[in-house]
C-alpha cells in the first residue's frame, strides 16, 4: 500500500507518519517500481502501537523512541523488557516545593515505608526521589502525615506487580516469549489502573453519601 492508504487505515496523517519515518519510529518502506514506496502489514502494526503510547499512555515521542528501542534491544526476554520499558517511560518531578523542614520529613516517611516492605535495597533512586517530591509537595501544603494510605497504595502497588509478573509468565509458559506484549501491558496498564482508582474513587464517594443521607 502507499503512504495515503496507510494514513487511511491507521488514522495517521501522511506527513504525520513522514515525521515518524524521520525520527526512525517507523521502519522504510519498500521501494518499488519508479519513485513509489510500499508499506505493509508491519507498517499497519507499528503505527497502531505508536498511537497507543502516545496518545493513549500519553507518551512523548523521545519515550516512544526508548520504548521501540527496548524492543529491539530484549527480544527474548519479557522481563528484562519490562524494566527497561519503566525505566524508559519515569517522569521525574520537580523539586518545586522543596524546603529543608518538608524534604527532611519525606524521606523519613518514604525511607521506612520502603524498608518495611523490603523495597530499600532494589528501588531505583529516580522512583525513590519521585515519592520523596510527592510527599515533600503533599506535606508543605499543610496535610497530615499520610502513612496509612501510603502502606494501602504500597499493598496495591505489590498485589499488582505480582499479578503483573504471573500474568507474563503464564503467557510466556503458553505462547512463547511476546516482548511487546509485555511492554505494551507495562505502559498502558498504568493508563488503566489509574481510570480504574477513578471509578473506584467516585463508587466508593457515592456509597458514603448514599449512607449520610441527604
Known sequence: MRIGELSERTGVPAATIKYYLREHLLQAGEHGEGNTVEYGPAHVHR?????????????????????????????????????????????????????????????????????????????????????????????????????????????????LASADMEAIAEATRIEGVNVEQAVVATVLGETMFAALRRIAHVAASARTQARQGP
Not at 103 to 119: C, I, K, M, S
Not at 132 to 157: I, K
Request: hydrophobic residues 45%; glycine residues 6%; charged residues 20%.
Open 47 to 159: 503505527l497502531t502501537l505508536i498511537r497507543a503510547l502516545s496518545e493513549t499512555a500519553g507518551l512523548s515521542v523521545a519515550q516512544i523512541g526508548e520504548v521501540l528501542t527496548v524492543l529491539g534491544r530484549h527480544p527474548e526476554s519479557a522481563f528484562q523488557a519490562l524494566g527497561a520499558t519503566l525505566a524508559a517511560t519515569h517522569r521525574d518531578p520537580k523539586f518545586s516545593l522543596a524546603s529543608e523542614g518538608t524534604t527532611e520529613a519525606a524521606e523519613r516517611t518514604v525511607d521506612q515505608l520502603l524498608n518495611a516492605y523490603g523495597w530499600a535495597e532494589v528501588a531505583p533512586p529516580n522512583y525513590r526521589d519521585a515519592l520523596v517530591t510527592a510527599l515533600t509537595a503533599f506535606y508543605r501544603l499543610g496535610n497530615p502525615d499520610p502513612q496509612e494510605v501510603l502502606s494501602h497504595y504500597a499493598d496495591a502497588a505489590a498485589a
